[in-house]
């Protein structure tokens, strides 16, 4: 996605304590003999640290996520990014009593099954259902170099920031802020807009991109917006690892933000 250089901010910290308790949670995962164990045991781990989480939060995927991803061509890959999706929320922040057993399954397919005892840490309170903000994007399948447009519907008024999840890159470059920037910077919205806005269109679009560096045979991936309202500006970094911000995101007290994702697919150009 082509976006402006963005100037870089100060994260401001909380001084909120959180909420823990420990589960046990569970993750499978089946792989064929051309996938190795160490990777699918990985896969197992992320499915089962989703797992805990979601015994905590209570967050699930999504029938549009699920649908999406069973439509697209690669639906293993959506299903992995959605999984880690599920994992926002809530932090791990440590684990115990660890197991890993491989089974064999239907033919020569093999299963990896990772068990654990979970500390999920959580942010204080509880969710404010009058806090709400629709989000609503001009397509869901782009083809590569077309323009995206987020339209905002807030509850009440609001500060909203948009970031970009890619998960197929790493560090500080998965998660990247592309509203507001120095072509458009509103500290606070009261009623629904489309970003661009008509006078920020003039000076900068949203250009979707397939990614560099992606095997020859795959022709779709999936990315996300997620959209971060708070009932009051938060100074947040202009790029996190997915790790960094959501440990950024689970310090805001629950009652005081609302979190929306939207899931997007781009189909390789022709070559």
Same mark, same amino acid.
């Given at each position: 996605?082509?976006?402006?250089?963005?100037?870089?901010?100060?994260?401001?910290?909380?001084?909120?304590?959180?909420?823990?308790?420990?589960?046990?949670?569970?993750?499978?995962?089946?792989?064929?003999?051309?996938?190795?164990?160490?990777?699918?045991?990985?896969?197992?781990?992320?499915?089962?640290?989703?797992?805990?989480?979601?015994? @905590?939060?209570?967050?699930?995927?999504?029938?549009?996520?699920?649908?999406?991803?069973?439509?697209?061509?690669?639906?293993?890959?959506?299903?992995?990014?959605?999984?880690?999706?599920?994992?926002?929320?809530?932090? @791990?922040?440590?684990?115990?009593?660890?197991?890993?057993?491989?089974?064999?399954?239907?033919?020569?397919?093999?299963?990896?099954?990772?068990?654990?005892?979970?500390?999920?840490?959580?942010?204080?309170?509880?969710?404010?259902?009058?806090?709400?903000?629709?989000?609503?994007?001009?397509?869901?399948?782009?083809?590569?170099?077309?323009?995206?447009?987020?339209?905002?519907?807030?509850?009440?008024?609001?500060?909203?920031?948009?970031?970009?999840?890619?998960?197929?890159?790493?560090?500080?470059?998965?998660?990247?802020? @592309?509203?507001?920037?120095?072509?458009?910077?509103?500290?606070?919205?009261?009623?629904?807009?489309?970003?661009?806005?008509?006078?920020?269109?003039?000076?900068?679009?949203?250009? !979707?991109?397939?990614?560099?560096?992606?095997?020859?045979?795959?022709?779709?991936?999936?990315?996300?917006?997620?959209?971060?309202?708070?009932?009051?500006?938060?100074?947040?970094?202009?790029?996190?690892?997915?790790?960094?911000?959501?440990?950024?995101?689970?310090?805001?007290?629950?009652?005081?933000?609302?979190? !929306?994702?939207?899931?997007?697919?781009?189909?390789?150009?022709?070559?």
């Amino acid at each position: 996605m082509k976006t402006p250089a963005l100037i870089l901010v100060l994260v401001l910290a909380f001084p909120i304590s959180a909420s823990a308790e420990w589960v046990r949670a569970k993750g499978d995962y089946i792989f064929p003999p051309a996938m190795s164990e160490a990777e699918a045991c990985q896969q197992a781990d992320s499915r089962a640290r989703a797992d805990a989480i979601r015994q @905590i939060t209570g967050e699930t995927l999504s029938s549009e996520e699920t649908m999406r991803c069973t439509e697209q061509g690669d639906e293993a890959e959506c299903a992995k990014n959605s999984t880690t999706w599920t994992a926002m929320g809530g932090e @791990i922040r440590s684990t115990r009593d660890r197991q890993a057993v491989t089974t064999v399954e239907v033919d020569v397919y093999r299963k990896c099954t990772v068990s654990f005892d979970a500390d999920v840490y959580v942010a204080e309170g509880k969710s404010d259902p009058n806090f709400d903000v629709g989000v609503v994007l001009n397509n869901m399948v782009y083809r590569d170099g077309e323009n995206l447009t987020v339209t905002l519907k807030p509850s009440q008024p609001m500060a909203v920031q948009i970031f970009q999840w890619l998960p197929y890159e790493k560090g500080d470059a998965q998660v990247a802020r @592309i509203f507001p920037n120095p072509f458009e910077n509103l500290a606070r919205i009261d009623k629904a807009i489309t970003i661009p806005t008509e006078a920020g269109s003039r000076r900068y679009d949203l250009k !979707v991109g397939f990614p560099v560096g992606q095997p020859p045979g795959r022709k779709m991936v999936d990315e996300y917006l997620m959209v971060v309202a708070t009932k009051k500006p938060m100074a947040f970094r202009d790029s996190y690892s997915l790790d960094d911000f959501n440990r950024v995101v689970a310090e805001i007290p629950l009652s005081d933000r609302r979190i !929306v994702r939207r899931l997007y697919n781009i189909v390789r150009g022709s070559e």
